[in-house]
């Protein structure tokens, strides 16, 4: 691949500019999703995102990790890769990566994601998080659900899960499932099953693929209204005197409940 050598030693691919990448940088970053590393981007390659510029101060370095971690995006990723000196990148991006990449790309459409949650039928659950507080819970939980091939996740409430903590703590995976925040009145289609301490034991139930699994705040568990709009309550065997678990931990533990009535498989 030939590369272009700016006048500060930068460069980039097949003709890139490395000081037009910093300006188209600075023009998209405050509409575009910011994927801080390279865990990051290659999940967002692999899983369809638009990505427009990626920088890094050590191109080499990128190439090497996705030839050894991730093939199957090294050229995708090659192809976009600008390399510009660390103080500039750290200009950009304060909380830079250990791995020194970080790129910008395009936000779903709500509208598309919104179709996506309300198709019915579905093959896998919702998960909902009613008013959370912990941006990086709500990461982890993204990552989660993508993991287990979920629908979506959604939020009700101020936080926005396209925070860039949020995405940070997603590993880029909000492009592999639907991710949205609506009102506790706009939830997808499906019967509700929330969690909650003094509900059914989920050991005795089968979660179907239409479900609708709402998990509560940290702090303050389930909302009033989402306790209404409830189908079913549901618990989490638990040790007695223990509280609670984390937020991720418990959809983890949901998420697995509902796949293990599910044959293996490469879609299970």
Request: charged share 20%; hydrophobic share 45%; proline share 8%.
């Amino acid at each position: 691949m030939n590369r272009t050598v700016g006048s500060d030693g930068t460069s980039g691919p097949d003709g890139a500019d490395p000081d037009g990448a910093v300006r188209a940088w600075r023009g998209l970053v405050d509409t575009a999703v910011l994927l801080d590393g390279f865990h990051a981007i290659k999940h967002a390659l692999r899983f369809g995102a638009r990505v427009p510029i990626v920088l890094t101060s050590d191109r080499s370095a990128v190439l090497a990790l996705a030839d050894e971690l991730a093939p199957d995006v090294k050229d995708a990723l090659g192809a976009l890769l600008t390399q510009i000196p660390d103080e500039r990148l750290r200009a950009l991006v304060p909380r830079l990566h250990p791995t020194a990449v970080a790129a910008l790309a395009v936000r779903p459409s709500r509208a598309a994601n919104l179709e996506a949650l309300r198709k019915a039928p579905r093959s896998a659950p919702v998960v909902v998080l009613d008013d959370p507080r912990n941006l990086g819970n709500a990461g982890a939980v993204i990552r989660l659900a993508a993991g287990f091939g979920a629908t979506g996740v959604v939020t009700t409430g101020t936080l926005d899960p396209w925070h860039p903590t949020v995405v940070r703590g997603g590993a880029g995976l909000h492009f592999a499932t639907a991710v949205e925040r609506v009102d506790v009145a706009d939830l997808p289609p499906g019967p509700v099953f929330a969690l909650d301490a003094e509900g059914e034991d989920i050991r005795g139930l089968k979660l179907p693929d239409d479900a609708v699994l709402a998990f509560g705040s940290e702090r303050s568990g389930l909302s009033a209204a989402l306790r209404d709009r409830a189908d079913h309550l549901v618990s989490l065997p638990m040790r007695p005197q223990v509280s609670s678990y984390n937020l991720a931990t418990s959809v983890g533990m949901t998420l697995f409940h509902w796949s293990a009535g599910r044959p293996p498989g490469p879609e299970a």
